[in-house]
């Protein structure tokens, strides 16, 4: 599809920019410019944020030329890691800064388009920021865009919203987050009283159908079951270079300190054979042990981690480091597996197996990251059981063959949690907060019975030696209306989401008071004074 439908200043930087569009783009662009809700299916580094932004760009450029654009938001992009959403909000200022210069080639007046991250790490001075002149486009978490539909400030903010974009869709479709995020996609639907095009950006996932309809919700479902959604598939299959990495020393049911060695010397020779190496771990403590050992071996300076516990300034320095070429290696969790555009990085090794198929797909897919590269991956298992795992975890890959997504049915948990914040910005009729939640794809088959036992529980709470806690509703039985009750705001923000809310105590370099990141309550608890622990690659 030609890209004559876009402002001429919009068609020129991305003429300038890219030889034409991707498969995705083509896909895509037909689907999204008529205004229909639109999935994208496409392997990483194939455009497809592109594909879902620039027609939200067009629009807005479109509407400032005319002078329409209104100091209000219109673009909700949300996405499932905090790293994610201050990547996406970088890269939306190269094209945003890029058509500002065609509009003054073309004699027109430049435009000032926002778009600012809203997740945990905002600071408060930025919030406040927000709320004083609403972003175009407000970059964000599930979590934070549960705070914000049920703040007096979000609200206000995102009641002008047209747009709903859904990245990274996969990774929490099939998990009480994915449930979460449901419920906040129909609340937020009903806060802006006008239908939302919703537009869903993933790289794998099957059964495609499924996730078409966790995203449009069950109002736009059909009695056959399909989706009013146009699901653009350009395949999730690529050409892949992939490889199990096995020590000389037989593998064992637990690692010994022989074939850890082992480990570490074939990690720093493909680090040192290639400009750039992001090497994945699954826990935290592991990270910080294999960053501590390799930077013994390459040099401190050549190497970092990346992970949840690190303060934000910590990681997006890891970030930018590795994108300027200045790391040789960066060890990370899962909080950078998630479409992250960390640069030129030419190998990803995996140590121990991610139990998933699509999350191993989406780490290797970090490297190789664009249209033409060719993602390469090293596997390194870290048992027997593993190395069994790791040959059946490559064998579907080589067939093109992806984990089915089991979407969870209606974990009542979570609806408390949503009823309670909805409830708690204004009054409701039961018949109708009924018909809200039915709205959402995981909720679609939730009985009435099951809705009102929440809600008697919510209304009434439970007694203790004390008194009676937990009543956070007032319900009207004959009207059969609800209304929140004192703290229930309070409750439903302090108490939201579906990550497991774990103590953590922050780690403070003295007497410069520099934050360098967080520590486990346990962990800090058996801690003694003079102990002397690994965080962010410093002891």
């Known amino acids: 599809m030609a890209t004559s439908f876009l402002h001429p200043a919009v068609q020129a930087w991305f003429t ?26 496409a392997p990483t580094g194939s455009g497809k944020t592109l594909a879902a932004f620039l027609f939200s760009i067009d629009d807005l450029v479109k509407h400032g030329v005319s002078g329409g654009l209104k100091d209000e938001t219109y673009i909700v992009y949300v996405s499932p890691l905090k790293a994610l959403s201050n990547d996406i909000q970088r890269n939306l200022q190269a094209p945003l800064q890029g058509v500002q210069q065609e509009l003054a080639a073309l004699g027109l007046a430049p435009l000032q388009i926002r778009a600012w991250v809203r997740t945990g790490d905002t600071s408060a001075k930025d919030r406040a920021g927000m709320r004083r002149q609403p972003p175009h486009i407000v970059v964000t978490t599930p979590e934070s865009l549960y705070i914000l539909l049920s703040s007096e400030g979000g609200r206000s903010m995102l009641r002008s919203a047209r747009t709903l974009i859904v990245d990274e869709i996969h990774a929490m479709a099939d998990d009480k987050r994915g449930s979460h995020l449901s419920l906040s996609m129909e609340r937020l639907e009903a806060l802006a009283g006008q239908r939302l095009q919703r537009i869903g950006l993933s790289a794998t996932q099957r059964p495609i159908e499924e996730v078409a309809r966790f995203l449009v919700g069950s109002a736009n479902i059909g009695r056959d079951g399909a989706a009013d959604c146009y699901i653009a598939d350009s395949g999730h299959h690529r050409r892949l270079d992939l490889a199990i990495e096995v020590p000389d020393s037989p593998l064992e049911a637990v690692m010994s300190l022989e074939i850890w060695e082992e480990i570490y010397e074939r990690l720093r020779t493909l680090v040192l054979g290639h400009r750039t190496t992001l090497i994945f771990v699954n826990t935290r403590r592991l990270a910080e042990r294999v960053c501590r050992h390799l930077g013994d071996r390459l040099g401190n300076e050549r190497i970092s981690t990346h992970h949840g516990s690190l303060a934000r300034e910590q990681r997006l320095a890891a970030e930018q480091r590795l994108k300027e070429g200045k790391l040789r290696a960066l060890v990370a969790t899962a909080s950078l597996e998630l479409g992250i555009d960390i640069g030129e990085v030419n190998l990803v090794c995996q140590l121990g197996s991610t139990r998933s198929i699509s999350t191993f797909l989406q780490r290797v897919g970090r490297s190789g990251h664009s249209v033409t590269g060719t993602p390469k991956g090293r596997l390194f298992p870290l048992t027997r059981d593993e190395l069994v795992e790791s040959a059946a975890l490559l064998e579907p890959l080589d067939c093109g063959e992806l984990d089915r997504l089991e979407i969870p049915r209606a974990p009542l948990d979570i609806l408390a949690q949503q009823i309670v914040a909805t409830v708690a910005c204004e009054e409701w009729s039961e018949e109708s907060l009924f018909a809200l939640v039915s709205r959402a794809y995981p909720y679609r088959e939730l009985s009435r019975e099951a809705f009102d036992s929440v809600i008697r529980m919510l209304s009434d709470g439970f007694s203790t030696r004390l008194g009676r806690r937990g009543a956070y509703l007032h319900r009207d039985a004959i009207n059969h209306r609800l209304r929140a009750r004192r703290g229930a705001r309070l409750a439903a923000i302090t108490s939201g989401g579906a990550i497991p809310d774990t103590a953590d105590y922050e780690v403070v370099l003295e007497p410069a008071g520099t934050k360098v990141g967080t520590v486990n309550e346990d962990f800090a608890i058996e801690s003694m004074a003079g102990d002397i622990f690994q965080l962010g690659n410093a002891s």
């Open 16 to 41: 300038k920019q890219f030889a034409g569009p991707t498969e995705p783009q083509k896909l895509a662009w037909r689907s999204i410019a008529s205004g229909r809700h639109t999935l994208i299916a």
